[in-house]
């Protein structure tokens, strides 16, 4: 165990697999749903639309690692270094999409609260 790290955020870590597997499937459906084309008219729901692909991109990362650090790793053969610059790449850009989910989400935020405020698209005033 990891010095100062509690054990049950140790055991709570070790589920985000699993959690990871059933946000990829909701994300799913939720961009299907979103991507039919009477959906797309909204700046809100093209917003969302990026969300979504962004936690499906984190959601798959997540699973990826799981799925190769507990079924493909072999502890007597190195990985190449091929294999870790795709995992340091992979990485980069999974903080990459939480950043931009972030950024996405506050921005449908800033645009609902215009919106709310002039609702008949009268920004000027």
């Known amino acids: 165990m990891s010095a100062g790290m509690p054990r049950w955020l140790i055991n709570l870590m070790s589920t985000d697999p ?10 799913s459906v939720h961009l299907t749903i979103l991507l039919q084309k009477s959906m797309r008219t909204s700046s809100t729901n093209v917003i969302m639309i990026g969300i979504a692909i962004c936690n499906l991109y984190i959601s798959f990362h997540s699973v990826w690692k799981f799925v190769r650090n507990k079924i493909l790793y072999s502890p007597w053969v190195p990985d190449s270094y091929m294999t870790v610059v795709l995992s340091w790449t992979a990485n980069s850009f999974q903080d990459d999409f939480n ?11 800033v645009i609902r609260v ?11 005033k």
Do not use: E, K, Q
């Open 114 to 124: 215009i919106v709310l405020r002039n609702p008949t698209g009268n920004a000027s």
């Open 99 to 109: 950043r931009c989910s972030a950024f996405l989400g506050a921005s449908m935020a």
């Open 18 to 27: 699993y959690i990871s597997m059933v946000s990829f499937i909701t994300n």
